[in-house]
């Protein structure tokens, strides 16, 4: 008879092999042995050097931009649907493209619905993920998807800081919900900040919703690509009297200009997950590991448990 609690094994694409190492050491296994093989013209080939013949198996790996880190995820699940793996799990700790998730303006493409279509075309049979950029990506899918919560990670740091007159903050109307859910767990105020962009990545104006004068103002968000965002929001606080200003951001993507704006920003530190490897050190960064959550998910999946615990929010 097959035997079906043959432990899982764990893979890696190129791109998140030191988180991935985490997460594989965390869940009590070596990661997978893959080689990629790369032609003169940039085109490769990834090589699973092992058999996972009816097994299942976890390919780990964010999707941020540039495409080479998607194509590396689908050719990966592809080659594993070929070589015959009974289950195929995208773990993908950051899931890029999720901003193009709805048509803003006409004749732009829905690049999340396609992203999530080719994944379950190369072959998913599950994805696991943390902090969609929206909500409703989940639906873009007709495979199970496990949506984490980085505040299992976050709001046990902020606790440990005993800030007092604490008030989480939106930096946007779009992450008011997110900013509830944590005043909510940590029984604090609520601030709004509302920003008018002229085009992508930049701000023409912002003002503030609420009052924070004497707080220590925590500034909550998905990602952060430029920083122009949190360091715009975190210097209009301390100007309006807040005590002061840090920011947790699952996703630190951190593009352009962003280290230099953290630098010279009110911002007293920047918390952040390694979902995305950093491109470079700060003193104002601080990242914690989302190793043991993914690792005890994947395992608890493979072995047909629950995994709402870490669904705080």
């Known amino acids: 008879m097959p035997n079906n609690t043959t432990e899982a094994k764990v893979f890696t694409c190129s791109q998140s092999k030191e988180l991935a190492e985490e997460i594989a050491a965390a869940y009590g296994v070596e990661l997978g042995n893959v080689i990629t093989s790369t032609y003169s013209d940039g085109e490769f080939q990834p090589s699973y050097e092992e058999s996972i013949r009816g097994t299942r198996i976890f390919i780990i790996g964010s999707t941020h931009p540039g495409p080479k880190n998607l194509m590396e995820m689908l050719l990966m699940i592809d080659a594993a649907k070929r070589a015959s793996a009974r289950h195929i799990t995208a773990v993908m700790p950051y899931f890029g ?131 122009g965002t949190l360091t715009k929001a975190a210097d209009l606080m301390m100007e309006r009297g807040a ?47 989302c190793a043991n959550l993914f690792a005890e998910v994947m395992y608890n999946v493979h072995h047909n448990k629950s995994i709402s615990s870490k669904f705080i929010m």
């Open 243 to 289: 005590k002061s200003v840090r920011a947790i951001c699952t996703h630190p993507i951190l593009s352009g200009s962003a280290y230099e704006r953290l630098e010279n920003s009110k911002l007293e530190e920047l918390i952040v997950t390694n979902s995305i490897p950093l491109k470079q050190e700060s003193e104002k960064l601080r990242v914690l590991s």
């Open 97 to 227: 493209w999720a901003r193009q998730d709805r048509k803003d303006k006409p004749r732009v493409p829905i690049a999340a619905k396609l992203v999530a279509k080719m994944l379950e075309a190369a072959g998913a049979t599950r994805i696991i993920t943390m902090d969609l950029h929206a909500d409703q990506i989940q639906g873009f899918f007709e495979k199970p998807v496990d949506h984490l919560f980085a505040s299992t990670i976050f709001l046990p740091y902020l606790k440990s800081l005993n800030l007092d007159n604490l008030t989480i903050a939106s930096p946007d109307m779009g992450g008011s919900k997110r900013a509830y859910a944590y005043s909510k767990a940590l029984k604090s105020d609520v601030v709004i900040c509302y920003k008018q962009r002229a085009k992508a990545n930049v701000i023409s104006h912002m003002e503030l919703i609420g009052d924070v004068t004497g707080k220590n103002v925590v500034l909550v968000d998905d990602m952060v690509d430029t920083a």
